[in-house]
């Protein structure tokens, strides 16, 4: 089966850091996607891995480890504007991808 | 670059009516055209996958006679959900890939469609 765990919800403060948790299982496996999606609008491309390990892309940081199928979005310095949904998603090869529900972050002055 | 484009971004129809979707990727040559729906705080549901001048591969449960896809060029897709029902008000979202990136999907802004 298909199966993308993510938290439904997390709240954080303004400057501090955040990590929004992954767990796959899906058939077929590539790389692992995470998506920023604001309410009302397309998601927008963050990162992908395929390879274990750490990716680091500025304020945000992604990691994944293909043994336990686990990634995890790192965010830095969170500002307002941070406040969004973050898709976790699984590409499972053959331009297949299936998004997890998503995690709504809140970010709080 | 990688700019993708829907249109309508909002429709309301009437119970019974058609509506079309259009899906244009603006400056690169789509070779595949995926098509989402999202219900509120969910997930993004794959509705089907389009390549460029052959029949839509459909997701199991998604009612190929219902939700139309035609692949047309290398830069438009179009999704056309005939007979709607309220049932079909949702978000409908596109992603083309072809562009620089092998794996990225570039997605369109979404289109809510609400079904009266």
């Known amino acids: 089966g298909q199966n993308i765990d993510q938290p439904t919800e997390m709240t954080a403060t303004e400057g501090a850091i955040v990590q929004i948790n992954c767990t796959y299982q899906t058939s077929g496996f590539n790389g692992l996607f995470w998506y920023q999606q604001h309410a009302g609008e397309a998601p927008t491309f963050l990162s992908y891995?395929?390879?274990?390990g750490l990716e680091e892309k500025g304020r945000f940081s992604s990691f994944l480890s293909r043994s336990k199928g686990y990634s995890y979005l790192l965010l830095k310095e969170l500002q307002m504007k941070d406040s969004a949904s973050y898709l976790c998603a699984s590409d499972t090869g053959g331009f297949k991808t299936i998004f997890g529900a998503g995690t709504r972050l809140f970010v709080k002055a | 670059g990688a700019v993708v484009s829907q249109h309508p971004s909002r429709v309301i129809c009437k119970s019974g009516t058609s509506v079309k979707i259009e899906c244009r990727s603006l400056?690169?040559?789509?070779?595949?055209m995926f098509w989402y729906r999202q219900f509120p705080k969910q997930s993004l549901m794959l509705m089907a996958t389009?390549?460029?001048?052959?029949?839509?591969?459909?997701e199991q449960g998604v009612e190929k006679d219902k939700f139309l896809i035609n692949h047309a060029s290398l830069t438009l897709s179009t999704l056309t959900v005939t007979s709607a029902h309220p049932e079909d008000s949702s978000f409908y979202i596109c992603?083309?890939?072809?562009?620089?990136?092998?794996?990225?999907?570039?997605f369109g802004p979404g289109t809510r469609l609400t079904v009266t």
């Open positions: 891995n395929v390879l274990d």
């Open positions: 400056d690169f040559q789509a070779t595949t």
């Open positions: 389009s390549n460029e001048g052959s029949k839509a591969t459909y």
């Open positions: 992603s083309a890939r072809g562009g620089a990136s092998v794996y990225e999907q570039y």
